[in-house]
């Protein structure tokens, strides 16, 4: 797998269930290898297979969620 990383801010978390949902919406993408989300900064981390899922994809699952990707 020829991983890359990328963070997203994600706004519109309260909780650690939405850390929960947020990983969950993530880990679910093929391709997606690890998430790590902080409550407090919004700040998600995220290791990926670039051949398997894309930025947009994964904006647009955390945006189905609920959540948003800040600019």
Known sequence: MNSKHITFKVGGMTCMGCV????RLLGQ???V????VDLTSGLT??????AQVDPATMRRAIGDGGYRVED
Request: glycine share 12%; charged share 35%.
């Open 33 to 36: 290898a690890k998430v790590e």
């Open 45 to 50: 981390d995220i290791d990926y297979d670039p």
């Open 20 to 23: 929960g949902s947020v990983k």
């Open 29 to 31: 993408l093929p391709g």
